[in-house]
């Protein structure tokens, strides 16, 4: 099955600073890449996705790149807020039987100092 | 669009009793919602999926007898924990996806379970 891995674990930056986040996954059949954001006490909300057709997406301040020639993928924040901090989740879905079921990173834990 | 809302936010309940969790698509049909489980401070772990009208698909090391998943309609799936115990305190987390739809999944709030 897949096995994603992601890192850092923790990512303390000040504010206005960027912050990347990296995963790595092993099925080179995964071809659907999302990112989810989630806050305390909360559930995960998706943020950006990327699908293997694509090698860059970027929504305002939000980037994602993927490379699949060496299977990984990174979220990059710019600027970033106070209220980016959360714990933000990758994840890889390769399409079995017609239809995507992600593997999740372990998260990174992402701390906006103001 | 694309709201996912779960119900209760947190229950308390004593050890040995059944507790009920709702997953409810607010704004659009969903053919397939998932279960999942996350302990403090690490990742979602999939416990089963389910499709409208069908039986949920559990996911290895999950007790399909402990774990009762109903997808009784387009718009609600029910995951009941049976007999609780303090280990399956947990938060549980269900996601919709879009009928028509091959990927992506929307998130509810999460359960908040704890097993006095």
């Not at chain 1, 912050?19 to 659907?32: E, G, L, M, P, R």
């Not at chain 1, 490379?67 to 990758?90: G, M, R, W």
């Not at chain 2, 290895?60 to 280990?87: C, Y």
Request: proline residues 5%.
């Amino acid at each position: 099955g897949e096995n994603v891995e992601q890192h850092p674990s923790t990512l303390s930056v000040q504010e206005g600073d960027s912050a990347v986040i990296k995963c790595t996954y092993s099925d080179s059949a995964s071809n659907y890449f999302p990112w989810y954001k989630q806050e305390l006490g909360k559930g995960p909300q998706l943020i950006i996705d990327i699908r293997s057709n694509v090698g860059e997406k970027k929504d305002q301040r939000i980037a994602v790149t993927l490379n699949k020639t060496a299977k990984h993928f990174s979220l990059h924040i710019t600027e970033t807020q106070p209220e980016d901090s959360a714990v933000y989740f990758c994840a890889a879905s390769p399409l079995s039987g017609g239809s995507y079921i992600p593997t999740f990173g372990r998260g990174t834990s992402l701390i906006v100092h103001p | 669009g694309a709201v996912v809302s779960q119900h209760p936010s947190w229950v308390i309940c004593k050890s040995g009793t059944s507790v009920k969790i709702e997953c409810r698509s607010l704004d659009f049909q969903a053919t397939t919602m998932f279960w999942y489980r996350q302990f403090p401070k690490q990742s979602l772990m999939l416990m089963a999926t389910s499709n409208e009208g069908s039986k949920a698909t559990y996911e290895q090391g999950v007790e399909k007898d402990k774990f009762l998943i109903n997808h009784a309609s387009l718009t609600l799936s029910t995951l009941t924990v049976t007999s609780a115990h303090p280990e399956d305190s947990s938060f549980y987390i269900c996601s919709a996806r879009r009928g028509g739809r091959t990927d992506t999944q929307y998130f509810g709030p999460g359960t908040r379970l704890t097993v006095l």
